[in-house]
């Protein structure tokens, strides 16, 4: 199976859907801040979109199982099958080499605490529509 099979599907999903559950790994999750004004320093700053990963045992929201089975064209128990052995095989890295990656959006890690988070790279785009938008300096 691709290794980017998942991590872009969830990425497509997250775009409509604000939460996506994987069990027995956590969820992903965006938030969203509104644009904002620093009277201070005179600075405007774009609306921005995050993507948060809790990881807890949690049941699925079976949001990423359907789509998977719509997009390979295969049982939604043979979609959970591809999600349980993507999700092990991230479990089984993070033993051996403490990261595992999240496609091309970042890595898995264990934090200090001993829980699995997510480092996501810079270059991941979670608001299409303002993505790559800079601070304004409304000062004279």
Not at 125 to 137: H, R, V
């Amino acid at each position: 199976m691709n290794e980017n099979l998942i991590p872009n599907i969830i990425f497509e999903l997250l775009e409509k859907n604000r939460k996506i559950v994987i069990s027995g790994l956590g969820y992903f999750e965006i938030t969203h801040q509104s644009a904002s004004y620093d009277a201070e320093t005179k600075i405007l700053y774009p609306p921005v979109n995050f993507l948060n990963f809790k990881n807890c045992d949690i049941k699925s929201n079976n949001i990423l199982e359907k789509n998977i089975a719509k997009k390979l064209n295969i049982s939604e128990n043979e979609a959970l099958e591809k999600i349980s052995l993507w999700r092990d095989e991230i479990c089984i890295k993070l033993v051996e080499f403490q990261t595992a990656a999240f496609g091309e959006a970042g890595e898995f890690f264990v934090d200090d605490e001993g829980k699995i988070s997510l480092r996501f790279s810079d270059k991941t785009n979670i608001m299409k529509d303002s993505y790559g938008l800079k601070e304004i300096y409304l000062g004279k």
